[in-house]
T-cell receptor, first 110, second 120 residues
C-alpha cells in the first residue's frame, strides 16, 4: 500500500466549476497535510496546509481533513484554465519528512 | 518568502560521469534539506534527508554510495550522482526547512527550482 494515494486523473472540469481532488494516506500518525500544485518541469508550490479535522478555506481553495478516515481533499471553486496542473497531496512522516502522492492531473477547459 | 536556489537547472552528461547538484538557501539558514527525485508523470520520491554537519539519512532503496550528499554549511547542500547511468535520468529537486520551522507548526518547505538530469 502506498503511503499517500491519489487518483492520477486526468480530472477534467469546465471553467467555473468546482474541482474536487482526493487523497488517502496510510500512516495514522501523520499530523500535517499539504496540497501542492506543480506545473510540468517546475517545482511544487504550496497551495494549502491543514492540521486538524474539518475544513480550511483560503480564497477559492478549501482543504478538508478527516483523520479517522485518513482522507484529505482539496476543492477548487470557480476553476480557471490557469488552475490546470498536477496537484500533489503531501503528508508528514515522523517528525519532519514530507511524503508525496503521485498527483492528480487537473484540466480546466474553457 | 524564503528562496532556495538550485543549480544547475539542466545537465546532460555521458554515462559513467559524475554530476554535482547544488542547493542553497539564500536568505535563511537551512538546518534540514531534503532531496527528491521525480520521474516523468510520477510523484516526488524522497531520496534522503540532510542535516547540517551530520551524515545524510537515506530512504530505503537509495544507494548512499551512488548519491553522495554533503550538507557542509547551513546554506548549502550538494547531491553528487556518481557514475551516472541512463536510468538515473530524472528531475532532482531539493527542499529546505529553516531553523525553528518544526513539524508541529508550519512545516513549510521551500523548494529549489529542480535539476533535469539527462544521462546519455
Amino acid at each position: 500500500q502506498k503511503e499517500v494515494e491519489q487518483n492520477s486523473g486526468p480530472l477534467s472540469v469546465p471553467e467555473g466549476a468546482i474541482a474536487s481532488l482526493n487523497c488517502t494516506y496510510s500512516d495514522r500518525g501523520s499530523q500535517s497535510f499539504f496540497w501542492y500544485r506543480q506545473y510540468s518541469g517546475k517545482s511544487p508550490e504550496l497551495i494549502m496546509s491543514i492540521y486538524s479535522n474539518g475544513d480550511k478555506e483560503d480564497g477559492r481553495f478549501t482543504a478538508q481533513l478527516n483523520k479517522a478516515s485518513q482522507y484529505v481533499s482539496l476543492l477548487i471553486r470557480d476553476s480557471q484554465p490557469s488552475d490546470s496542473a498536477t496537484y500533489l497531496c503531501a503528508v508528514t512522516r515522523g517528525y519532519n519528512k514530507l511524503i508525496f502522492g503521485a498527483g492528480t492531473r487537473l484540466a480546466v477547459h474553457p | 518568502g524564503a528562496v532556495v536556489s538550485q543549480h544547475p537547472s539542466r545537465v546532460i552528461c555521458k554515462s559513467g560521469t559524475s554530476v554535482k547538484i547544488e542547493c542553497r538557501s539564500l536568505d535563511f539558514q537551512a538546518t534540514t534539506m531534503f532531496w527528491y527525485r521525480q520521474f516523468p508523470k510520477q510523484s516526488l520520491m524522497l531520496m534522503a534527508t540532510s542535516n547540517e554537519g551530520s551524515k545524510a539519512t537515506y530512504e530505503q532503496g537509495v544507494e548512499k554510495d551512488k548519491f553522495l550528499i554533503n550538507h557542509a554549511s547551513l546554506t548549502l547542500s550538494t547531491l553528487t550522482v556518481t557514475s551516472a547511468h541512463p536510468e538515473d535520468s530524472s528531475f532532482y529537486i531539493c527542499s529546505a526547512r529553516g531553523q525553528g520551522q518544526g513539524a508541529a507548526t508550519n512545516e513549510k518547505l521551500f523548494f529549489g527550482s529542480g535539476t533535469q538530469l539527462s544521462v546519455l
